[in-house]
């Protein structure tokens, strides 16, 4: 059963353009969202995080939004560049508070020029 | 920043011999680390929580006599694979924060084991 999804295996982008990741999950529990950025044989990079508490959060050109009711929240990259191209995963926190985290299966972002 | 080290990157095994992965806080302390398995294509899952000098905690599913875990100091965890056979081919990551500041989750680079 898988808590935290991601619809979109893959993501194809114009450099300078936006990119739109999205992420749903189904435990209205979940109060603390990360986003984690991963290159092949390698461990995911924390990107960006965001507490229910809030519904946005900024840093540089990587925005999270949270939509609690709907159970969903997305990251937006402004404007792409080609070294964004990785895999992107999103995560809970679960239980809450804890460092334990529930990934989702992951956006694949290609930025071309 | 912090950085989580995790050695080997990458080994390949034979059924039934045991393997040995280590992963380190450098210039940190961690009390706890995380391990997790990324099969192809699919999200990250916990298998367990490694907890220095006690017992680790597994996730439901995971056979804690298949997956030796050893968090012997504040620094090290080490994950043991015992009697791999190929359906425990995998990447396997661990985890940990810096304590006492609000620091995010460093992950290690990850352990591609493969057993023929």
């Known amino acids: 059963d898988q808590q935290v999804k991601q619809n979109s295996p893959s993501l194809s982008v114009q450099e300078g353009r936006i990119s739109i990741l999205n992420c749903d999950y189904t435990n209205s529990m979940f109060d603390y969202f990360l986003w984690y950025k991963k290159y092949p044989a390698e461990g995911p990079t924390f990107l960006i995080s965001?507490?229910?508490?809030?519904d946005k959060n900024e840093d540089g050109r990587f925005t999270v939004f949270l939509n609690k009711s709907a159970k969903h929240l997305s990251l937006h990259i402004v404007p792409s560049q080609p070294g964004d191209s990785a895999v992107y995963f999103c995560?809970?926190?679960?239980?809450?508070?804890?460092?334990?985290?529930?990934f989702g299966t992951g956006t694949r972002l290609q930025v071309f020029p | 920043g912090a950085v989580v080290s995790q050695h080997p990157s990458r080994v390949i095994c034979k059924s039934g011999t045991s393997v040995k992965i280590e992963c380190r806080s450098l210039?940190?302390?961690?009390?706890?680390m995380f391990w997790y398995r990324q099969f192809p294509k699919q999200s990250l899952m916990l298998m367990a929580t490694s907890n220095e000098g006690s017992k680790a905690t597994y996730e439901q599913g995971v056979e804690k006599d298949k997956f030796l875990i050893n968090h012997a100091s504040l620094t090290l965890s080490t994950l043991t694979v015992t009697s791999a056979h190929p359906e425990d081919s995998s990447f396997y990551i661990c985890s940990a924060r810096e304590e006492g500041l609000n620091s995010p989750l460093h992950f290690g680079n990850g352990t591609r084991l493969t057993v023929t």
């Open positions: 995560a809970a926190s679960h239980p809450i508070g804890t460092d334990k985290l529930i």
């Open positions: 210039d940190f302390q961690a009390t706890t």
């Open positions: 965001i507490s229910s508490i809030k």
